[in-house]
Each structure stands twice: as C-alpha cells, then as structure tokens.
C-alpha cells in the first residue's frame, strides 16, 4: 500500500493518484522499502589480509619491472652463469679404473665434478656466478667486457685443453666426458659472448 503525503489515505500499489483526494502519489512500493531496508549481507572473508595483498601486487610489479628491465644481454648472462655452475657441479667426467684400462676389470670407473676436485672446480663456479651477475651491476666498460671475456675464455681453454687430453688429474688418455662438461662449455661460451659485447659497445 501508499500513503497519499496530502491526505493520509492509502491507494493500492502502482496506483498514479491518491483515491481520495486525487493528489500524485510517489512512486514507492513496498518491495522497494523493504530492499532498502534490508541489512546487508556480510561479504565474503578473503584469505589474505589487504596489506598482504598490497605487498604481493608491490613485489609482482617489481618482478615484471626487472624482467622487462634485463634485455637479451642480460638474459643470456644469467642463463650462461646458471650452465657454467652447472657444469661445476653436475658429473663432469669418469675416471676409468686401472683395471678397465688394462682390460682385466676387477674395478669401477669413478663419475667425478669440478667441484669435487678442489681449488679449480670451486674456482670455475665462482667465476660463473661472478660473471653471470656481473652485468645486473656494472656499467658497460671496455675494462670490465675484456677482463669478462679473457676470464670466461680462460676457463673455455681449460675446458678445450682437457678434451684434448691435457687433464687436470694427469691421466694419458682423454677420459669420457660427462653432461656436467657440455654444460661447463655452453655456459662459458655464452659469457665470453656477452662479454664481448659489452667491450665492443663501450669502445
């Protein structure tokens, strides 16, 4: 029902005019009051609090501004450091046993890494970190591109040399290279590139 403003008189719902005293009624109906008058329903707990959520949304646009920020050269750094280490510390070779070089066997060949070896496998992984992140944080210099890339060219000869039967155990014959070896190749042929670039965009 709708009580007329004018005169009090109530008037069926949707009705124009007031019965009694023919005034305009307003256009209110008691679906409409009640709805309005209805509590809220309580929304839905998330499970993250807002601040959590401001501060993942903070660190996945920082995220998105770093990848958009790194470029190729910066890319294949990373992914030539991340191959070299790799190849520090995956199987590099096997060391054939005494016994399977006479041909008497009575032994096992040994899987062997860079790293397991001492000075030179810990020496090879720093060198792929270091070069890996290196240009995150240093300007393009002709300096530093040349030491880069005499560093990981270095480490490329040594990888050569062992392939060539020049080892660094010493033994007389060329040993059966593991993954850990192409990975070690790859990965410093790829630094050597970067590095190069860089000392060829600064001069």
């Not at 501060?55 to 890319?75: F, I, W």
């Not at 992914?79 to 510390?89: D, I, K, N, T, Y």
């Not at 060949?109 to 890996?132: F, N, W």
Request: charged share 10%.
């Amino acid at each position: 029902m709708i009580t007329c403003q004018s005169c009090g008189a109530q008037s069926n719902d949707g009705a124009a005019t007031c019965s009694a005293c023919g005034k305009p009624l307003p256009q209110t109906s008691t679906m409409t009051t009640s709805a309005a008058t209805a509590p809220a329903s309580p929304q839905p707990s998330r499970g993250i609090s807002p601040d959590a959520e401001k501060a993942m949304r903070h660190a996945a646009d920082q995220a998105r501004g770093v990848v958009s920020n790194l470029g190729p050269e910066k890319t294949a750094s990373i992914a030539g450091g991340l191959l070299g280490l790799l190849g520090a510390v995956l199987p590099f070779y096997v060391i054939p046993n005494v016994g399977d070089i006479l041909g008497n066997g009575g032994g096992t060949s040994t899987s062997s890494s860079l790293v397991s070896q001492g000075s030179i496998g810990i020496a090879v992984m720093l060198l792929a970190v270091v070069l890996g992140v290196g240009p995150l944080f240093t300007a393009r210099s002709r300096m530093i591109g040349l030491a880069g890339f005499g560093l990981a060219s270095a480490v490329l000869g040594m990888l050569i040399s062992d392939r060539a039967g020049l080892s660094f155990f010493g033994q007389s014959m060329v040993p059966d290279f593991g993954i850990g070896w192409y990975s070690g190749l790859v990965g410093f042929a790829v630094l050597a590139w970067v590095y190069w670039r860089r000392s060829m965009a600064s001069s």
